[in-house]
T-cell receptor, first 108, second 110 residues
Framework: AQRVTQPEKLLSVFKGAPVELKCNYS??????LFWYVQYSRQRLQLLLR??SRESIKGFTADLNKGETSFHLKKPFAQEEDSAMYYC??????????FGAGTRLFVKA | DVKVTQSSRYLVKRTGEKVFLECVQD?????MFWYRQDPGLGLRLIYF???????EKGDIPEGYSVSREKKERFSLILESASTNQTSMYLC?????????FGPGTRLTVL
């Protein structure tokens, strides 16, 4: 079955500390993976996708097909990074499968 | 800049009422989606549409229907609202494999 798992519902770190939001997926084909972010009182928006291999707002994510993971990382968390983060898997066709989300809280 | 708008930010309805949630996108996208967003469950797909008058059930279509009479507009209908349909509803349109979301409608069914 196609699935996206985000094991942490809540992640709390101090400002300046490294942060890693975990995402594992289950899919037998060639996946396309995304991270979406929702800041307080804002709409859900794309943060980054594995195909572009870019860094957005200091965040990076590497697709590890062997471990079927797409963890989101940032070396130094900022307070403005506090938000809800969703990992998403596009398997072709019309559907995108979203994980349950991880709420990141960056403490001053 | 893609714009997806939803008709209401907050809505309060009574059990048994018929509820219409409207979504409009201005970028001529063919694919549009309705999700509900619940804590701990993430986004779950209710229905999607890949063209005018074309629709497909998502993962949780029970109790919902949709209408796509014009390309830019995708409506979600709750035929007879129930308390377990209290949720945040997100509309999205898609370009390539990237989804563009509306601001959401928080629906409370009393």
């Amino acid at each position: 079955a196609q699935r996206v798992t985000q094991p942490e519902k809540l992640l709390s770190v101090f400002k300046g500390a490294p942060v890693e939001l975990k995402c594992n997926y289950s899919y037998s084909g060639s996946p396309e993976l995304f991270w979406y972010v929702q800041y307080s009182r804002q709409r859900l928006q794309l943060l980054l996708r594995h195909i572009s291999r870019e860094s957005i707002k200091g965040f990076t994510a590497d697709l590890n097909k062997g471990e079927t993971s797409f963890h989101l990382k940032k070396p130094f968390a900022q307070e403005e990074d506090s938000a809800m983060y969703y990992c998403a898997l596009h398997t072709g066709g019309f559907k995108t499968i979203f994980g349950a989300g991880t709420r990141l809280f960056v403490k001053a | 800049d893609v714009k997806v708008t939803q008709s209401s930010r907050y809505l309060v309805k009574r059990t048994g009422e018929k509820v219409f949630l409207e979504c409009v996108q201005d970028m001529d996208h063919e694919n549009m989606f309705w999700y509900r967003q619940d804590p701990g469950l993430g986004l779950r797909l209710i229905y999607f549409s890949y063209d005018v008058k074309m629709k497909e059930k998502g993962d949780i279509p029970e109790g919902y229907s949709v209408s796509r009479e014009k390309k830019e507009r995708f409506s979600l209908i709750l035929e007879s609202a129930s308390t377990n349909q209290t949720s945040m509803y997100l509309c999205a349109s898609r370009e390539g494999n990237e989804q563009f979301f509306g601001p959401g409608t928080r629906l409370t069914v009393l």
